[in-house]
C-alpha cells in the first residue's frame, strides 16, 4: 500500500501563489506516475499535472501539464523528502477547487503515464486551494 498527504492548500487572492506538497509513504517502488488532479463542485476531476518519477534518479520525466496551467504550475520531486510538488504561481479564480495528488506504480522509468483519474489507483484526501478576486 502506498500512502499520499497533502499538505499547502489554503485561500489565496488572485495572482498569488501557492505550493502543495504530497508526501508518499508506506511500499515504496522505484518508479512512479504520478499526478496532481483537481475537481470543483458538479466538475469532474481533471488532471493539472502528471509526470512520470524516480525515486533514483534526480527529477522527473514524461511531464504533462493541462492547457490552463502551463506556465504557471510546476510539478517537482524531492527525493530527500519523499515528496512530489506541484507550485502554483499567478493563481486565478477559476483554479478553485480541491487538489489531489494520485500514483501508480511503475515498472520502469520513465513510464507512459496517462491522464485520466482511472490510471491512478493510490488517493490523497485532498487540500483545498481557494483563489479570491
Known amino acids: 500500500q502506498v500512502q499520499l498527504v497533502e499538505s499547502g492548500g489554503g485561500s489565496v487572492q488572485a495572482g498569488g501563489s501557492l505550493r502543495l506538497s504530497c508526501e508518499v509513504s508506506g511500499q515504496t517502488y522505484s518508479s512512479y506516475c504520478m499526478g496532481w488532479f483537481r475537481q470543483a463542485p458538479g466538475k469532474e476531476r481533471e488532471a493539472v499535472a502528471v509526470?512520470?518519477?524516480?525515486?533514483?534518479?534526480?527529477?522527473?520525466?514524461?511531464?504533462y501539464y493541462a492547457d490552463s496551467v502551463k506556465g504557471r504550475f510546476t510539478i517537482s520531486r524531492d527525493n530527500a523528502k519523499n515528496t512530489f510538488d506541484l507550485q502554483m504561481n499567478s493563481l486565478k479564480p477559476e483554479d478553485t477547487s480541491v487538489y489531489y495528488c494520485a500514483a501508480v506504480p511503475a515498472t520502469k522509468f520513465p513510464a507512459v503515464c496517462g491522464q485520466s483519474a482511472r490510471f491512478f489507483n493510490y488517493w490523497g484526501q485532498g487540500t483545498q486551494v481557494t483563489v479570491s478576486s
Open positions: 509526470a512520470s518519477i524516480s525515486t533514483i534518479y534526480i527529477g522527473s520525466s514524461s511531464t
